[in-house]
């Protein structure tokens, strides 16, 4: 049962596994107890249901409500995958990821995907679960197995990035303050931030052109931000996708926040 605005690659793993599939409104817990009810009357019964969510979603930098999932979930014997790749060094205790984010037991996410490409800016990732499921995988995960190892350097890297996280908090008390600064100016300059809670900050121009148009201005004015555009979101949704960044200073944030405003006059947005 798959989240409606679960990232491509979430989309491509589903099909890929050959189960029956399901697809529930976006973050609507109420939606996916009306699929997993209609799951459990199907002859012959399932042996197995999987859950699986994006943590935060990457074009609309909202949360996924894995609580409520991970309770319905637990009332219905179903499992939980999370994609948590755009929470790990951003939510929860000092970047921990959703998981902590919601303040949830070990045993309420079943299965943990996260990557080492985006906050801890490595590359690489990491499933985990239970040893079972640990076992399971070194077993039968035919893509994985036929992989290739990452060579010394890439895992200490890692494992410096983790330490990083685990050992300097100012890391992401700065990610918020900027996040918050910058989401506040942006709509203050009337644009559109549409669902946003996190460091993903979409500014919603509507359509695709004039996306484009937007972020080629923003270009020459200094600044890079790519226009996200149909059909990675629907035809009246193109946006210019920021993300916010623990380094950026003040003075930064404010010369981006001045060629937005001025391109977005220019086009007659605001």
């Not at 249901?49 to 014997?77: K, N, W, Y």
């Not at 499992?79 to 790990?88: I, R």
């Not at 010394?152 to 996040?179: G, S, Y």
């Not at 359509?207 to 226009?227: D, N, Q, T, Y």
Request: hydrophobic share 40%; glycine share 10%.
């Amino acid at each position: 049962m798959s989240d409606e605005l679960n990232h491509g690659s979430i989309i491509d793993g589903v099909r890929l596994s050959k189960a029956d599939r399901a697809v529930y409104k976006h973050c609507d817990s109420g939606n996916l107890e009306v699929v997993i009810r209609k799951a459990e009357g199907h002859v012959p019964s399932y042996r197995r249901i999987l859950i699986i969510t994006d943590g935060v979603f990457s074009m609309d930098g909202d949360i996924a409500p894995v609580d409520e999932i991970s309770e319905l979930a637990r009332e219905h014997g179903a499992m939980v995958y999370v994609d948590d790749a755009h929470g790990e060094g951003v939510l929860g205790k000092g970047g921990r990821g959703i998981v902590s984010h919601f303040m949830l037991k070990r045993d309420a996410v079943h299965v943990e995907m996260g990557t080492f490409s985006k906050a801890f800016g490595v590359v690489g990732g990491h499933v985990s679960g239970s040893r079972d499921l640990v076992n399971f995988a070194y077993n039968k995960s035919r893509t994985w197995l036929l992989s290739g190892s990452h060579p010394p350097a890439v895992v200490a890297a890692c494992i410096a990035a983790i330490d990083v996280l685990e050992t300097e908090p100012e890391h992401v008390r700065n990610l918020w303050a900027n996040t918050e600064y910058f989401r506040k100016q942006i709509r203050s300059i009337g644009f559109d931030t549409g669902r946003s809670q996190t460091p993903i900050i979409p500014v919603m121009i509507g359509e695709s052109g004039a996306a484009k148009k937007f972020s080629s201005r923003l270009f020459e004015s200094g600044v890079f931000a790519l226009p996200i555009v149909f059909p990675m979101v629907a035809k009246d949704k193109a946006r210019i996708r920021t993300i916010m960044n623990s380094a950026l200073s003040m003075k930064d944030l404010d010369e981006a926040l001045s060629a937005f405003e001025k391109v977005g006059k220019e086009l007659k947005l605001v």
